[in-house]
């Protein structure tokens, strides 16, 4: 046998490139082998810018830098399934980072993602995929893009994988989704809460985590809670309450619950299975303070309804509340104070916190944090609403002292719950009395003027409450508080008007405090308000007429009648009827007009710059030292008249004493009628008398410059009177206070005024004749 000749390899095709085998260092050079049409290499590169991503942050950022993220896009609808994968793997990774991410919502590559979750792609593909959705879920926009490309279907339906990456990734893109409304009325359309629901079985904590708070979202519909409740997911939640060994999960179990609560059937069931008791238990039993909150907060959203709060109040939730008041945890007390607010609604838990809940809520009145103090003086303001108990025992506990703290909080929340809890305690006036001495009309002051129309409206409403007194309203018109008080009129907020409105009329009883309300322009803006048939209310109203009462002359000018309440005093004045919106001038100025066609002005005033009491009509009579007393003052007053070339005014009693047909009358009355009555007598005692009588005027018109002070510092100014009707009242006053029986004094009345009213016709008719004869 010959031996065997050993036979040549034959050499590869000119045409074919030989293998080549390349080790890369640079991330760079793998990016460029994204480009290459090979597979094998497309998927080792994309291998290894997955190690790379992996590393961290700055790596994501140097591959953004070098341009792979575009290539790889083309990748994730490659036709080989490695290179796919590996392409998936990577926007997995790399969708953490928000440059990448902003960069991916440009490219619009939504749809490519959505696409690997398909039933027939691997397992690792949909975790990938799902986690870069979960990813780019954070962020509004691409929300809107995965909703619109019909992401949400597929992700439910993930929820089942049995995969628990694949879970965890679904269930977390499916809670940012969640966020927004559109998502939750999808979510119920795929019934999508029976698989979440099973995700609470997981034996992963993170993914139970993520299915409580995806459910503690999407319950706030009332869909979602009926349906949660059809699938007994209640039980769900309760077990998960009574294991000691999910307490990490009791917070978010605890929303959802709240949720439930405000769903009347739902607490029904809660309630029939014990599972009320049990969450009260838990709550007022638990250590952990977040646990203690979300529990109170749970009652407050399900006490806004009344069955609810009747149920609670039957289950006794205010001992739970009072005891989570008692908590070190700021956030509990807060969460406690607001939920009684709510169960104040209940007439039966009014009157539980009566003994149990005030004092407590008064301590929280000194807390350092002024969210604590403004929850509980919103609970306190509740609870003494129309409830004169517990606002007596807010007085009793010593809570007046911290809520006059509280009024120069800066925290408007506070400062208005503090001031409704203040008007609460001044509506009784036993309480009412005692305010003053902790300063609150003092306090006050701030809050009128705030921007905040609440606390305007409040702070307004605790003045008509507390001004009730005259010490109040003395101290508030000595505080200037009256200013910002009729500032409060302009408002255009209704409630602030009418409060501030209120407040007026009360401080309208005292006189002196209705004179400074008019000069601070009261009444003009409270005729303005009322003039407009959308401002006005009936305490604007009410407080108009409240200071007219104080106002007769402009009350009669406006109206054109006073009541039988009114009762006029000196210095009353009729001007004649003047249009609304027209100001009434002062006295002292319409009597330094200069002299005009108008009617005259009546003027009512029995009171001298002398304040001596006027002689009896026995000491009168005829005597001469009377009459000359008089005679001076109205001489000082005709004299007054012809420096100001004023001569229109008239006493309108100008009907002189009972006497007067008797005695000398008084020379130069002020007035037409003392003109006319001093024609008629002149004319029968002759014209020599009249003459004497005009010397003796001029000669007091010529010492009017003394008795004026001219040339010396401006004294002050006096209205002119009738020294008649001064007598007059003073004769029918006699004559009448020492009667005790009313009827007799009416009598006596009527007798007086109809020999008053005989003597005005016999001077009337007196004053026709001297008229007849002067002409004739």
Same mark, same amino acid.
């Given at each position: 046998?010959?031996k065997?000749?050993?036979?040549?390899?034959?050499?590869?095709?000119?045409?074919?490139?030989?293998?080549?085998?390349?080790?890369?260092?640079?991330?760079?050079?793998v990016?460029?082998?994204?480009?290459?049409?090979?597979?094998?290499?497309?998927?080792?590169?994309?291998?290894?810018?997955?190690?790379?991503?992996?590393? &961290?942050?700055?790596?994501?950022?140097?591959?953004?830098?070098?341009?792979?993220?575009?290539?790889?896009?083309?990748?994730?609808t490659?036709?080989?399934?490695?290179?796919?994968?590996?392409?998936?793997?990577?926007? !997995?990774?790399?969708?953490?980072?928000?440059?990448v991410?902003?960069?991916?919502?440009?490219?619009?590559?939504?749809?490519?993602?959505?696409?690997?979750?398909?039933?027939?792609?691997?397992?690792?593909?949909?975790?990938?995929?799902?986690?870069?959705?979960?990813?780019?879920? +954070?962020?509004?926009?691409?929300?809107?893009?995965?909703?619109?490309?019909?992401?949400?279907?597929?992700?439910v339906?993930?929820?089942?994988?049995?995969?628990?990456?694949?879970?965890?990734?679904?269930?977390?893109?499916?809670?940012?989704?969640?966020?927004?409304?559109q998502? $939750?009325?999808?979510?119920?359309?795929?019934?999508?809460?029976?698989?979440?629901l099973?995700?609470?079985?997981?034996?992963?904590?993170?993914?139970?985590?993520?299915?409580?708070k995806t459910?503690?979202?999407?319950?706030?519909?009332?869909? @979602?809670?009926?349906?949660?409740?059809?699938?007994?997911?209640?039980?769900?939640?309760?077990?998960?309450?009574?294991?000691?060994?999910?307490?990490?999960?009791?917070?978010?179990?605890?929303?959802?619950?709240?949720?439930?609560?405000?769903?009347? /059937?739902?607490?029904?069931?809660?309630?029939?299975?014990?599972?009320?008791?049990?969450?009260?238990?838990?709550?007022?039993?638990?250590?952990i303070?977040?646990?203690?909150?979300?529990? %109170?907060?749970?009652?407050?959203?399900?006490?806004?309804?009344?069955?609810n709060?009747?149920?609670f109040?039957?289950?006794?939730?205010?001992?739970?509340?009072?005891?989570?008041?008692?908590?070190?945890?700021?956030?509990?007390?807060?969460?406690?104070?607001?939920?009684?607010?709510?169960?104040?609604?209940?007439?039966?838990?009014?009157e539980?916190?009566?003994?149990?809940?005030?004092?407590?809520l008064?301590?929280?009145?000194?807390?350092?944090?002024?969210?604590?103090?403004?929850?509980?003086?919103? %609970?306190? @303001?509740?609870?003494t609403?129309?409830?004169? +108990?517990?606002?007596?025992?807010?007085?009793?506990a010593?809570?007046? /002292?911290?809520?006059?703290?509280?009024?120069?909080?800066?925290?408007?929340?506070?400062?208005?719950?503090?001031?409704?809890?203040?008007?609460?305690?001044?509506?009784?006036?036993?309480?009412?009395?005692?305010?003053?001495?902790?300063?609150?009309?003092?306090?006050?002051?701030?809050?009128?003027?705030?921007?905040?129309?609440?606390?305007?409206?409040? @702070?307004?409403?605790?003045?008509?409450?507390?001004?009730?007194?005259?010490?109040?309203?003395?101290?508030?018109?000595?505080? &200037?508080?009256?200013?910002?008080?009729?500032?409060?009129?302009?408002?255009?907020?209704?409630e602030?008007? $009418?409060? %501030?409105?209120?407040?007026?009329?009360?401080? +309208?009883?005292?006189?002196?405090?209705?004179?400074?309300?008019?000069?601070?322009? @009261?009444?003009?803006?409270?005729?303005?308000?009322?003039?407009?048939?959308?401002?006005?209310?009936?305490?604007?109203?009410? +407080?108009?007429?409240?200071?007219?009462?104080?106002?007769?002359?402009?009350?009669?000018?406006?109206?054109?009648?006073?009541?039988?309440?009114?009762?006029?005093?000196? !210095?009353?004045?009729?001007? &004649?009827?003047?249009?609304?919106?027209?100001?009434?001038l002062?006295?002292?100025?319409?009597c330094?007009?200069?002299?005009?066609?108008?009617?005259?002005?009546?003027?009512?005033?029995?009171?001298?710059?002398?304040?001596?009491?006027?002689?009896?009509?026995? /000491?009168?009579?005829?005597?001469?030292?009377?009459?000359?007393?008089?005679?001076?003052?109205?001489?000082?007053?005709?004299?007054?008249?012809?420096?100001?070339?004023?001569?229109?005014?008239?006493?309108?009693?100008?009907?002189?004493? #009972?006497?007067?047909?008797?005695?000398?009358?008084?020379?130069?009355?002020?007035?037409?009628?003392?003109?006319?009555?001093?024609?008629?007598?002149?004319?029968?005692?002759?014209? &020599?008398?009249?003459?004497?009588?005009?010397?003796?005027?001029?000669?007091?018109?010529?010492?009017?410059?003394?008795?004026?002070?001219?040339?010396?510092?401006?004294?002050?100014?006096?209205?002119?009177?009738? #020294?008649?009707?001064?007598?007059?009242?003073?004769?029918?006053?006699?004559?009448?206070?020492?009667?005790?029986?009313?009827?007799?004094?009416?009598?006596?009345?009527?007798?007086?005024?109809?020999?008053?009213?005989?003597?005005?016709?016999?001077?009337?008719?007196?004053?026709?004749?001297?008229?007849?004869?002067?002409?004739?």
């Amino acid at each position: 046998m010959g031996k065997k000749v050993k036979k040549e390899a034959e050499p590869p095709p000119k045409d074919v490139f030989d293998p080549l085998t390349i080790e890369s260092k640079k991330a760079a050079t793998v990016v460029l082998m994204l480009n290459s049409p090979e597979e094998e290499i497309l998927a080792k590169a994309c291998e290894a810018i997955y190690r790379f991503a992996l590393k &961290g942050e700055e790596n994501k950022a140097t591959l953004l830098e070098l341009g792979a993220v575009e290539p790889l896009t083309k990748l994730l609808t490659h036709e080989d399934k490695i290179v796919r994968r590996n392409a998936t793997m990577i926007f !997995g990774i790399l969708a953490s980072n928000n440059d990448v991410k902003k960069l991916l919502r440009e490219l619009d590559v939504m749809n490519s993602v959505i696409a690997q979750l398909a039933p027939e792609e691997e397992v690792v593909i949909h975790e990938f995929a799902s986690l870069c959705l979960a990813n780019m879920s +954070a962020e509004y926009t691409s929300k809107v893009q995965i909703l619109e490309h019909g992401g949400l279907e597929p992700l439910v339906r993930l929820l089942a994988s049995p995969d628990p990456d694949v879970k965890k990734n679904s269930v977390e893109c499916i809670y940012n989704l969640t966020q927004d409304f559109q998502c $939750r009325a999808a979510l119920q359309e795929l019934n999508a809460i029976p698989p979440i629901l099973d995700l609470l079985k997981s034996e992963y904590p993170v993914i139970q985590l993520l299915a409580l708070k995806t459910l503690g979202i999407i319950t706030n519909d009332k869909e @979602a809670r009926t349906t949660l409740r059809d699938n007994q997911g209640v039980d769900h939640l309760i077990k998960i309450l009574e294991t000691k060994e999910l307490n990490d999960l009791h917070i978010e179990a605890l929303s959802v619950i709240a949720n439930c609560l405000e769903d009347m /059937d739902t607490l029904v069931l809660i309630q029939q299975t014990g599972g009320l008791k049990k969450l009260l238990s838990f709550a007022e039993n638990s250590t952990i303070p977040d646990i203690q909150k979300n529990a %109170a907060k749970a009652i407050t959203k399900a006490a806004y309804d009344p069955e609810n709060r009747k149920l609670f109040h039957e289950q006794e939730v205010e001992k739970c509340l009072v005891a989570l008041l008692g908590s070190e945890n700021d956030g509990t007390k807060i969460a406690a104070s607001q939920a009684i607010s709510a169960m104040c609604e209940n007439t039966g838990s009014k009157e539980f916190f009566n003994n149990q809940g005030i004092p407590q809520l008064i301590v929280l009145l000194k807390s350092d944090s002024e969210e604590v103090r403004e929850a509980a003086s919103l %609970a306190l @303001a509740n609870l003494t609403t129309c409830h004169p +108990a517990n606002a007596k025992a807010v007085a009793e506990a010593d809570g007046v /002292d911290p809520l006059v703290n509280i009024l120069s909080s800066r925290r408007d929340g506070a400062v208005a719950n503090a001031a409704t809890v203040l008007a609460n305690v001044a509506m009784q006036e036993p309480l009412r009395a005692g305010l003053q001495s902790h300063g609150v009309t003092s306090a006050l002051l701030g809050p009128l003027r705030s921007a905040n129309t609440v606390v305007q409206s409040k @702070a307004a409403l605790t003045v008509a409450a507390t001004a009730c007194d005259v010490e109040a309203r003395t101290e508030l018109r000595n505080s &200037g508080g009256l200013e910002p008080l009729v500032e409060l009129l302009r408002s255009k907020n209704d409630e602030v008007r $009418r409060h %501030a409105s209120w407040a007026v009329m009360v401080c +309208a009883n005292d006189e002196l405090t209705a004179v400074e309300l008019c000069k601070l322009g @009261a009444l003009d803006i409270l005729e303005e308000v009322n003039l407009s048939a959308s401002r006005k209310n009936k305490f604007s109203e009410a +407080a108009y007429n409240k200071l007219l009462n104080n106002n007769l002359s402009l009350k009669y000018s406006l109206t054109g009648y006073l009541s039988s309440s009114n009762i006029i005093s000196d !210095g009353f004045y009729d001007y &004649g009827r003047i249009n609304p919106g027209t100001k009434l001038l002062p006295l002292k100025d319409l009597c330094l007009q200069e002299p005009s066609d108008q009617r005259a002005v009546l003027l009512v005033n029995s009171k001298s710059s002398d304040v001596s009491p006027p002689p009896s009509t026995e /000491d009168k009579s005829s005597d001469v030292g009377y009459g000359r007393s008089i005679s001076s003052s109205s001489s000082f007053r005709r004299a007054s008249k012809e420096k100001t070339k004023k001569n229109s005014y008239h006493f309108s009693t100008g009907f002189g004493s #009972p006497t007067e047909e008797k005695s000398e009358p008084p020379s130069g009355r002020n007035t037409a009628l003392s003109k006319g009555t001093t024609k008629e007598r002149g004319s029968r005692k002759g014209r &020599g008398k009249k003459e004497e009588e005009r010397v003796k005027e001029e000669e007091e018109v010529s010492t009017l410059p003394k008795l004026m002070g001219e040339g010396s510092p401006e004294k002050e100014w006096y209205p002119p009177f009738d #020294p008649d009707f001064r007598v007059y009242v003073y004769e029918v006053t006699k004559s009448i206070f020492p009667i005790t029986n009313i009827k007799e004094q009416i009598e006596v009345l009527a007798r007086l005024w109809l020999i008053k009213l005989a003597s005005a016709a016999l001077w009337f008719v007196g004053s026709m004749a001297e008229l007849g004869m002067k002409f004739s």
